[in-house]
């Protein structure tokens, strides 16, 4: 089995007003259990908007720190779940079945290294 | 032995056309590596122009190749085994039998090769790029020559293999042919594939020579070998049915100065009878299932047009049922445009005028182009130039150009 990070991306700010977001979260958490029910499921996570985010290098063994997320943009990651799946085909179908219950955001779907630590 | 040579340079290079895309799908099948697969077979053929000449052709050519780039393989990989590898390797020595297998099992070829046609036209990868990897894979094109056929410098299509090779090995794309419940939707991007491979040579979107019949020869090739692999499909024999029916008409679609001559003005004669009578069976063939599609009715409507002696003999009724049936299974702006020039011979200029106004193909060339000629017919000359501006604006090949500059420059004189 390979393991793929579904990402998901989604504008930054407020939702919008109409949004049901307890059906969307009823079921995102459906969908994470049918993953887990199918062996699929590593991991998933929220994230607090980009906003919150901090950003830190180290420049010359300095460590500088920034305010805000490392992309510029309207857009930034918003969540993200890992799963294992046998091929990108079967990666796929479950970035569909994300894709379906967060439309109409776009769902990243990228390949972990084999040697990815379990 | 002999002086003269069993078989000639130019057999093997057939034979390496031929058995290329088969001979590299057994080996990414069995060893999972597309790079080392392709290299392998490059090698069997440098072995194959030494020894058949001498030799003869073995009996089963894919089969000697197969066998020849597999062991290429097997010795690289236990020169390059370190200690920690020798298991994995005693694990693909043992499946040298069921190569031996498969290679016999031509059915099983078949297969392979069929799985490869879907990773190379899986919907993950970029259009340009399943085009570009069909054409190396499949067709055993150099990467020099599908730069050459797409105006690209080679080191950039060189770029573009590399990096599709490379995803489909990181993220796993996987060698199937795809389940039942997606198999139609798969089977419409292998089919759009090849399609544009053949449109590709037939009418360069680009470039100053009309055609690159090298990609309509390879474009027929990969639709033979699909309609083989699935004859059950009717979409599949109506893709092959329609390439060769258009293909049959290219020794007239271009005068001895290289310009364009319409399907109207063609000498017919000039029209290839045996492509024709092949397409023609074809389309007989996959219309008695009943299942259309919108390849098939558009071989069907050439096969009507192929079946006119004289331009004024086509049975345009025919056509424009043929084109209402088209719109009704696929809806597309450009068949409604299409459309239209079939309205226009049955109904008259003007009423073709409407439908092409109502269409919302601003960019595309042919809108304008169609448009131009229904409004020289309506005789209105000045909107008819301008339409002819238009077309000539938004059309990059040369020969397409220069016909339309020709029809503008009536239309202004007249």
Not at chain 1, 18 to 44: E, N, Q
């Amino acid at each position: 089995m390979k393991q793929y990070l579904l990402s998901i991306y989604q504008p930054d700010g407020p939702p919008p007003a109409d949004l049901d977001l307890k059906r969307i979260m009823r079921d995102v958490h459906a969908l994470r259990d049918d993953m887990k029910r199918a062996g699929a499921w590593v991991f998933s996570g929220g994230l607090h908007d980009a906003s919150t985010a901090t950003v830190v290098r180290v420049n010359d063994g300095e460590p500088l720190i920034t305010d805000g997320p490392f992309t510029e943009g309207k857009e930034h990651l918003g969540g993200f779940t890992i799963i294992k799946a046998a091929d990108l085909d079967g990666a796929l179908d479950w970035g569909r079945k994300l894709a379906t219950v967060l439309t109409p955001l776009a769902i990243e779907v990228r390949p972990f290294h084999d040697d990815a630590t379990h | 032995m002999s002086d003269q040579p069993l078989v000639s340079t130019s057999e093997i290079a057939r034979i390496f056309r031929e058995e290329y895309g088969r001979t590299v799908a057994v080996l990414v099948r069995r060893f999972g590596d597309i790079d080392l697969a392709e290299e392998a077979v490059q090698d069997a053929f440098a072995t194959a122009v030494q020894r058949w000449p001498s030799d003869g052709v073995p009996p089963s050519p894919a089969g000697w190749l197969i066998t020849t780039a597999r062991n290429r393989i097997i010795d690289r990989l236990r020169r390059e085994a370190s200690r920690d590898d020798r298991h994995a390797l005693a694990a693909v020595m043992q499946s040298r039998d069921d190569v031996e297998e498969e290679v016999v099992g031509d059915a099983d070829v078949g297969d392979e090769r069929l799985r490869l046609m879907f990773t190379c036209c899986h919907p993950a990868l970029a259009l340009n790029v399943q085009v570009a990897l069909t054409l190396r894979l499949l067709g055993g094109l150099t990467t020099e020559t599908i730069a050459r056929a797409f105006l690209v410098p080679p080191a950039t299509m060189a770029q573009r293999l590399v990096r599709a090779k490379g995803k489909i090995r990181d993220a796993r794309i996987p060698y199937r042919v795809p389940h039942a419940a997606d198999l139609p939707a798969r089977l419409r991007g292998v089919l759009a594939v090849i399609y544009l491979i053949f449109n590709e040579g037939y009418t360069a979107s680009s470039g100053e020579r009309l055609t690159r019949d090298d990609l309509c020869a390879e474009a027929i090739r990969l639709g033979r070998q699909l309609n083989d692999l699935m004859a059950g499909e009717p979409e599949v024999t109506g893709l092959l049915a329609l390439m060769l029916l258009i293909d049959a008409r290219r020794g007239a679609r271009v005068s001895a100065d290289g310009s364009l001559v319409r399907l109207a003005d063609q000498d017919r004669r000039h029209w290839n009878r045996a492509l024709i009578r092949e397409g023609q069976a074809l389309v007989r063939r996959c219309l008695a299932r009943n299942q259309p599609g919108p390849y098939q009715i558009q071989a069907a409507i050439n096969a009507v047009h192929s079946d006119a002696r004289a331009a004024a003999d086509t049975d345009w009724r025919q056509i424009l049922m043929l084109y209402d049936q088209l719109m009704a299974v696929a809806p597309t702006p450009v068949a409604a445009l299409n459309r239209a020039v079939a309205v226009a011979e049955v109904e008259g200029p003007h009423a073709a005028l409407t439908i092409v106004d109502g269409l919302d193909l601003e960019r595309y060339y042919l809108f304008h182009a169609i448009r131009a000629d229904l409004l020289r017919r309506l005789g209105r000359s000045s909107e008819a130039a301008r339409a002819y501006d238009a077309a000539i604006e938004r059309c990059d090949n040369t020969a397409e150009r220069d016909f339309l500059q020709r029809r503008q420059t009536e239309v202004q004189d007249s």
